[in-house]
């Protein structure tokens, strides 16, 4: 099983909204991340979470807020948003042994966020 | 740093012929780790391969080759007889030997498989 579950799969939100990007995957990955991705662009990273603990920040604005509850769930808190900031937003686990075995990460469907 | 760079923003070719996908890398690490991921137009990225740095052995999956060559920091991806299916935005990455380090994508190519 090498599933990531990203919820909602669309959300269209005001700029003074609060809202929350939802991860999940139960493969016992050990690292967690966060990208954006534009339109015809490459995913960019935004946060890495390791061992349930923020371990890269790629100087994202405050108003993104990552949050890692347990091993297993990775949450992006969003508020006070623009309409710049509307893009798809991709959830990532890899396993992260020695050797390079499970360096490879896996991506969710992603939740295509609109900010009106 | 990293970097990782696709020169071929697109292709198109007909379906059934032969298509090789450019990946250059830089970086400064002496253990890295190189990737094939494909996006379809649903969004999903779809891990393709993982290549070691200290392991410069071709692999053959299928129709899906790839050609990792230390000698000139490329890690080539070649798909034989293209089929529609393979239509797809093709991403080539990388990340150093650290846990839960950086994976940088390069830029992407666009393959359209025409029938």
């Known amino acids: 099983d090498t599933e990531v579950t990203q919820t909602p799969k669309h959300l269209v939100m005001g700029m003074t909204n609060k809202k929350s990007l939802k991860c999940e995957q139960h493969m016992g990955h050990r690292a967690m991340y966060w990208y954006k991705q534009k339109a015809k662009k490459p995913p960019e990273l935004m946060f890495v979470?390791?061992?349930?603990?923020?371990?890269i920040n790629e100087s994202v604005p405050s108003r993104f807020s990552p949050e890692c509850p347990n091993s297993s769930l990775l949450n992006l808190h969003l508020h006070a948003l623009q309409p710049e900031d509307s893009a798809l937003y991709l959830c990532?686990?890899?396993?992260?042994?020695?050797?390079?075995?499970?360096?490879?990460?896996?991506f969710g469907q992603g939740t295509r966020l609109t900010v009106v | 740093a990293q970097k990782v760079t696709q020169a071929q923003t697109e292709i198109s070719v007909v379906e059934k012929e032969d298509v090789t996908l450019d990946c250059v890398y830089e970086t400064r690490d002496t253990t890295y780790y190189l990737f094939w991921y494909k996006q379809p137009p649903s969004g999903e990225l779809v891990f393709l391969i993982r290549r070691n740095s200290f392991d410069e052995q071709n692999e053959i999956s299928g129709r899906y080759s790839w050609n990792f060559q230390k000698s000139t920091s490329s890690f080539n991806f070649t798909i034989t007889a293209s089929q529609v299916v393979d239509s797809a935005v093709y991403f080539c990455a990388s990340r150093g030997g650290s846990s839960a380090s950086k994976i940088i994508f390069g830029s992407g190519t666009r393959l359209s498989i025409r029938p």
């Open positions: 979470y390791s061992y349930e603990k923020l371990s």
């Open positions: 990532a686990s890899s396993q992260d042994q020695a050797e390079g075995i499970g360096a490879e990460a896996f």
